[in-house]
């Protein structure tokens, strides 16, 4: 299974990028080794409003994949049950799995009846950059967690 970051916005040089490339070099590494066919980051420009940035968020997803946007209204997991979750997807056959991450007035219609998952943090708002910091971090975390490596310690 491919796994995507889709994001609207960017970010550029500082803490939070090298974090966000950090987290996605180290799942590459790992992920590989136990059947994920790799993380992509997507990051589209902002404004039009939130419809028009749904329908970018959208079009990047490969056809047929499946739906996940961060949301503060979602659906919070433990580290351990997120990873189960993405063993199960990527077990059962799922070509892709899309992270959709909206811009500053959140996700359009077409994102909200288009996602078949709905995940928070935490029901605080997040920035965007963290939300992608902390994304990427889980990504990692749960490729460990299926790997049987020493990273999440309980």
């Not at 994920?36 to 990051?43: P, V, Y």
């Not at 199960?88 to 078949?116: K, N, P, T």
């Not at 920035?127 to 994304?135: T, Y």
């Amino acid at each position: 299974m491919k796994l995507h970051i889709v994001t609207i916005g960017q970010v550029r040089k500082g803490p939070e990028r090298e974090m966000v490339d950090d987290y996605i070099a180290r799942f590459e590494r790992t992920g590989r080794q136990i059947g994920f066919r790799g993380l992509i980051e997507h990051e589209l420009s902002s404004g039009g409003g939130e419809d028009a940035e749904a329908e970018r968020l959208l079009a990047r997803c490969p056809y047929g994949a499946r739906i996940a946007m961060l949301d503060e209204r979602g659906k919070t997991w433990g580290s351990e049950a997120f990873s189960g979750w993405l063993g199960e997807l990527r077990d059962g056959g799922e070509r892709d799995l899309c992270f959709l991450i909206g811009g500053a007035a959140g996700h359009g219609q077409a994102v909200r009846a288009a996602a078949q998952h709905k995940l928070a943090f935490g029901p605080q708002t997040w920035p965007h950059k963290l939300v992608r910091v902390m994304l990427a971090e889980q990504l990692y975390r749960a490729a460990t967690l299926l790997a049987g490596t020493p990273y999440h310690k309980v």
